[in-house]
Protein backbone atom coordinates (compact mmCIF):
# COMPACT_ATOMS: atom_id res chain seq x y z
CA UNK A 1 0.00 0.00 0.00
CA UNK A 2 1.34 3.34 -1.04
CA UNK A 3 0.31 6.69 0.52
CA UNK A 4 1.39 10.36 0.27
CA UNK A 5 0.21 14.16 1.98
CA UNK A 6 -2.17 15.33 -0.34
CA UNK A 7 0.02 18.22 -0.70
CA UNK A 8 2.67 15.81 -1.96
CA UNK A 9 1.09 14.84 -5.40
CA UNK A 10 -0.46 11.90 -6.08
CA UNK A 11 -0.03 8.17 -7.06
CA UNK A 12 -1.50 6.03 -10.24
CA UNK A 13 -2.58 3.56 -7.86
CA UNK A 14 -2.34 3.03 -4.09
CA UNK A 15 -1.79 -0.29 -4.07
CA UNK A 16 0.14 -2.62 -5.81
CA UNK A 17 0.71 -6.79 -5.75
CA UNK A 18 4.43 -7.89 -5.93
CA UNK A 19 5.41 -9.79 -9.20
CA UNK A 20 7.77 -12.50 -9.52
CA UNK A 21 11.18 -10.83 -8.68
CA UNK A 22 9.27 -9.65 -5.43
CA UNK A 23 9.05 -5.83 -6.78
CA UNK A 24 5.51 -3.70 -6.82
CA UNK A 25 5.39 -0.21 -7.77
CA UNK A 26 3.72 2.72 -8.75
CA UNK A 27 4.05 6.50 -10.18
CA UNK A 28 4.71 9.05 -8.07
CA UNK A 29 3.37 13.04 -9.65
CA UNK A 30 4.26 15.77 -7.42
CA UNK A 31 1.62 18.48 -6.54
CA UNK A 32 2.36 22.10 -6.83
CA UNK A 33 4.05 22.59 -3.58
CA UNK A 34 7.73 23.22 -3.93
CA UNK A 35 10.15 21.29 -1.40
CA UNK A 36 10.90 17.40 0.32
CA UNK A 37 7.88 15.56 0.12
CA UNK A 38 7.57 11.72 1.58
CA UNK A 39 5.72 8.68 0.63
CA UNK A 40 5.37 5.94 2.65
CA UNK A 41 4.62 2.33 1.86
CA UNK A 42 3.58 -0.90 3.71
CA UNK A 43 2.82 -4.45 3.44
CA UNK A 44 1.53 -6.97 5.67
CA UNK A 45 3.97 -8.39 8.10
CA UNK A 46 6.58 -6.02 6.92
CA UNK A 47 8.14 -2.72 8.66
CA UNK A 48 7.26 0.01 6.78
CA UNK A 49 9.44 2.03 4.41
CA UNK A 50 9.62 5.83 3.02
CA UNK A 51 11.09 7.17 0.03
CA UNK A 52 11.88 11.08 0.29
CA UNK A 53 11.74 13.30 -3.05
CA UNK A 54 12.79 16.92 -3.40
CA UNK A 55 9.88 18.92 -5.67
CA UNK A 56 11.51 21.75 -7.42
CA UNK A 57 10.49 25.00 -8.36
CA UNK A 58 8.61 25.76 -11.71
CA UNK A 59 10.21 28.18 -13.87
CA UNK A 60 10.23 32.13 -12.44
CA UNK A 61 6.69 33.19 -13.52
CA UNK A 62 6.07 36.42 -11.31
CA UNK A 63 7.92 38.99 -9.67
CA UNK A 64 6.66 41.22 -6.15
CA UNK A 65 7.65 44.06 -4.16
CA UNK A 66 8.18 42.44 -0.64
CA UNK A 67 9.42 45.42 1.25
CA UNK A 68 11.02 48.88 1.04
CA UNK A 69 8.27 50.65 -1.18
CA UNK A 70 7.28 54.72 -0.58
CA UNK A 71 10.48 55.50 1.85
CA UNK A 72 11.65 59.44 1.82
CA UNK A 73 15.23 60.44 2.27
CA UNK A 74 17.10 63.47 1.57
CA UNK A 75 18.56 63.94 -2.23
CA UNK A 76 21.45 61.92 -3.13
CA UNK A 77 21.36 59.67 0.32
CA UNK A 78 20.78 56.64 0.07
CA UNK A 79 17.21 54.93 1.23
CA UNK A 80 17.32 53.38 4.72
CA UNK A 81 16.14 50.06 4.12
CA UNK A 82 16.92 48.00 0.87
CA UNK A 83 14.23 47.24 -2.03
CA UNK A 84 13.28 43.27 -1.57
CA UNK A 85 11.64 42.06 -4.37
CA UNK A 86 9.97 38.53 -4.20
CA UNK A 87 9.98 35.82 -7.38
CA UNK A 88 7.98 32.60 -7.52
CA UNK A 89 7.15 30.60 -9.90
CA UNK A 90 3.24 29.81 -11.57
CA UNK A 91 2.22 28.20 -8.55
CA UNK A 92 3.84 30.65 -5.85
CA UNK A 93 6.93 28.48 -5.05
CA UNK A 94 10.05 31.00 -4.39
CA UNK A 95 12.06 30.89 -7.49
CA UNK A 96 15.86 31.00 -6.29
CA UNK A 97 18.65 31.68 -9.27
CA UNK A 98 16.36 34.14 -10.75
CA UNK A 99 17.46 36.76 -13.02
CA UNK A 100 16.76 40.72 -11.66
CA UNK A 101 17.27 43.52 -13.36
CA UNK A 102 17.28 46.85 -11.01
CA UNK A 103 16.69 50.15 -13.29
CA UNK A 104 16.65 53.62 -11.94
CA UNK A 105 13.23 55.43 -13.98
CA UNK A 106 12.78 58.42 -12.93
CA UNK A 107 13.88 61.25 -10.42
CA UNK A 108 18.16 60.22 -11.01
CA UNK A 109 20.45 58.60 -8.38
CA UNK A 110 21.80 55.11 -8.65
CA UNK A 111 21.33 51.57 -7.56
CA UNK A 112 23.38 48.53 -6.68
CA UNK A 113 21.64 45.53 -6.45
CA UNK A 114 21.67 41.49 -6.72
CA UNK A 115 21.17 40.01 -10.30
CA UNK A 116 19.81 36.91 -8.95
CA UNK A 117 17.38 35.66 -6.18
CA UNK A 118 18.38 33.50 -3.15
CA UNK A 119 17.22 31.01 -2.14
CA UNK A 120 14.51 32.30 -0.87
CA UNK A 121 13.45 33.63 -4.41
CA UNK A 122 13.99 37.14 -2.77
CA UNK A 123 16.80 39.83 -4.33
CA UNK A 124 17.30 43.00 -2.56
CA UNK A 125 18.81 46.34 -3.64
CA UNK A 126 20.22 49.87 -2.42
CA UNK A 127 18.98 52.71 -4.02
CA UNK A 128 20.73 56.27 -3.67
CA UNK A 129 18.16 59.03 -4.72
CA UNK A 130 18.88 61.81 -7.57
CA UNK A 131 19.81 65.07 -6.22
CA UNK A 132 16.18 66.91 -6.90
CA UNK A 133 13.53 66.71 -4.71
CA UNK A 134 10.13 65.16 -5.21
CA UNK A 135 8.84 61.93 -6.23
CA UNK A 136 11.30 59.43 -7.86
CA UNK A 137 10.85 55.96 -8.84
CA UNK A 138 12.62 52.19 -9.52
CA UNK A 139 11.75 49.09 -11.39
CA UNK A 140 13.13 45.87 -10.84
CA UNK A 141 12.25 43.08 -13.28
CA UNK A 142 12.13 39.52 -13.54
CA UNK A 143 10.53 36.84 -15.69
CA UNK A 144 9.66 39.10 -17.96
CA UNK A 145 7.41 41.26 -15.64
CA UNK A 146 8.48 44.35 -13.81
CA UNK A 147 7.28 46.06 -10.57
CA UNK A 148 7.96 49.78 -9.31
CA UNK A 149 9.31 51.07 -6.08
CA UNK A 150 8.67 54.90 -5.47
CA UNK A 151 10.21 57.14 -3.29
CA UNK A 152 10.60 60.94 -1.80
CA UNK A 153 13.31 62.95 -1.96
CA UNK A 154 12.56 65.01 0.29
CA UNK A 155 14.31 67.80 2.51
CA UNK A 156 14.38 66.46 5.83
CA UNK A 157 16.52 68.37 8.39
CA UNK A 158 16.12 66.29 11.71
CA UNK A 159 14.75 63.71 13.16
CA UNK A 160 13.52 63.34 16.86
CA UNK A 161 11.97 60.36 18.60
CA UNK A 162 8.73 62.13 19.86
CA UNK A 163 7.51 59.66 21.84
CA UNK A 164 8.04 60.16 26.24
CA UNK A 165 10.63 57.71 27.88
CA UNK A 166 8.75 54.89 28.92
CA UNK A 167 9.73 52.03 31.46
CA UNK A 168 9.25 48.48 30.42
CA UNK A 169 8.51 46.78 33.60
CA UNK A 170 8.64 43.37 32.99
CA UNK A 171 9.81 40.77 30.75
CA UNK A 172 7.90 40.55 26.99
CA UNK A 173 6.30 44.30 27.88
CA UNK A 174 6.33 45.84 24.98
CA UNK A 175 5.44 49.48 23.89
CA UNK A 176 5.61 51.35 20.16
CA UNK A 177 7.72 54.44 19.91
CA UNK A 178 6.91 57.30 17.39
CA UNK A 179 9.32 59.79 15.61
CA UNK A 180 8.43 63.11 13.54
CA UNK A 181 11.06 64.50 10.76
CA UNK A 182 11.27 68.04 10.55
CA UNK A 183 12.78 70.49 7.62
CA UNK A 184 15.25 73.34 7.77
CA UNK A 185 12.30 75.51 8.99
CA UNK A 186 11.07 73.42 11.62
CA UNK A 187 8.11 71.89 9.57
CA UNK A 188 6.87 68.23 9.53
CA UNK A 189 7.78 66.27 6.40
CA UNK A 190 5.25 63.39 6.13
CA UNK A 191 5.52 60.19 4.28
CA UNK A 192 8.88 59.48 6.18
CA UNK A 193 10.10 55.46 7.29
CA UNK A 194 12.00 55.46 10.17
CA UNK A 195 14.40 52.34 10.49
CA UNK A 196 14.10 51.61 14.71
CA UNK A 197 16.63 50.13 16.13
CA UNK A 198 18.11 49.24 19.90
CA UNK A 199 21.84 49.28 20.87
CA UNK A 200 21.32 45.99 21.80
CA UNK A 201 18.79 43.38 20.75
CA UNK A 202 19.45 40.94 23.36
CA UNK A 203 17.65 43.44 25.98
CA UNK A 204 14.83 45.19 23.44
CA UNK A 205 13.80 44.27 20.24
CA UNK A 206 12.67 46.68 17.56
CA UNK A 207 10.20 45.58 14.98
CA UNK A 208 10.12 47.96 12.04
CA UNK A 209 6.69 49.69 13.06
CA UNK A 210 8.57 50.81 16.15
CA UNK A 211 8.01 48.34 18.56
CA UNK A 212 10.05 47.85 21.35
CA UNK A 213 9.86 44.42 23.42
CA UNK A 214 11.81 44.18 26.20
CA UNK A 215 13.92 40.31 25.94
CA UNK A 216 16.04 40.52 28.96
CA UNK A 217 17.17 43.47 31.79
CA UNK A 218 19.43 45.83 31.11
CA UNK A 219 19.92 49.59 29.53
CA UNK A 220 19.89 50.60 25.66
CA UNK A 221 19.31 53.13 23.49
CA UNK A 222 16.68 53.01 21.05
CA UNK A 223 17.30 54.46 17.59
CA UNK A 224 15.12 55.77 14.96
CA UNK A 225 16.17 56.77 11.56
CA UNK A 226 15.86 58.51 8.30
CA UNK A 227 17.48 60.06 5.18
CA UNK A 228 20.47 59.55 6.60
CA UNK A 229 20.04 61.06 10.13
CA UNK A 230 18.92 59.87 13.75
CA UNK A 231 18.06 60.26 16.92
CA UNK A 232 18.38 57.98 20.31
CA UNK A 233 16.31 57.40 23.69
CA UNK A 234 18.06 55.88 26.55
Known amino acids: ?51 TAQALPDAPSNIAIESGNNQASRPGTKLAAPLVVLVTDQYGNPAPGASVRWSVASGGGSVTGAGTTDASGQAAADWTLGSTTGA ?52 LVSGVTFAWTTSNASVLTAAADGRMTAKSIGTVLVVAAAAGLADTMA
Open 136 to 187: QTLTASAAGKTVQFAATATNVASVKISSSKTPFNSLGESHVFAAQARDGSGN
Open 1 to 51: TFHVASDAGKLTSLTAHTNDDGVAGTRWTFGTIAGEHDADVTADGLNPVRF
